[in-house]
């Protein structure tokens, strides 16, 4: 009842520049958080950046000062801006949402995924 559609990823240089776009759609009352995560081949899923309703963000210590998260709550769209990037950063990033969903199969709480964008960063 929640989709999430993610773009923006691609190949880039170390120390380039891309910015991910995701966005929510379907039967959305609200959304609590926003947010990006990575997973690399034979790693766990870690979270890079989310965002609250509130506004407030939070981090991964490999991304502060390199990785800004922002949101657009009209839009029910989330993004994340990723400067000076690094060889390390390459991986699949998945868009997550926590998500108050309300339509015909009633009212709850849920988290969704995308699909994934591959980000790969080399020379």
């Known amino acids: 009842q929640v989709q999430l559609v993610e773009s923006g990823g691609g190949l880039v240089q170390p120390g380039g520049s891309l910015r991910l776009s995701c966005a929510a759609s379907?039967?959305?009352?609200?959304?609590?958080?926003m947010g990006w995560y990575r997973q690399a081949p034979g790693q766990q899923r870690e979270l890079v950046a989310r965002?609250?309703?509130?506004?407030?963000?939070d981090y991964a210590n490999s991304v502060k000062g390199r990785f800004t998260i922002s949101r657009d709550n009209a839009k029910n769209t989330v993004y994340l801006q990723m400067n000076g990037l690094k060889p390390e950063d390459t991986s699949v990033y998945y868009c997550?949402?926590?998500?108050?969903?309300?339509?015909?199969?009633?009212?709850?709480?849920?988290?969704?995924w995308g699909q994934g964008t591959q980000v790969t960063v080399s020379s």
């Open positions: 379907g039967s959305i009352f609200r959304i609590y958080i």
């Open positions: 965002i609250f309703s509130s506004g407030s963000t």
């Open positions: 997550n949402a926590d998500v108050h969903v309300q339509g015909q199969g009633g009212s709850y709480r849920a988290t969704y």
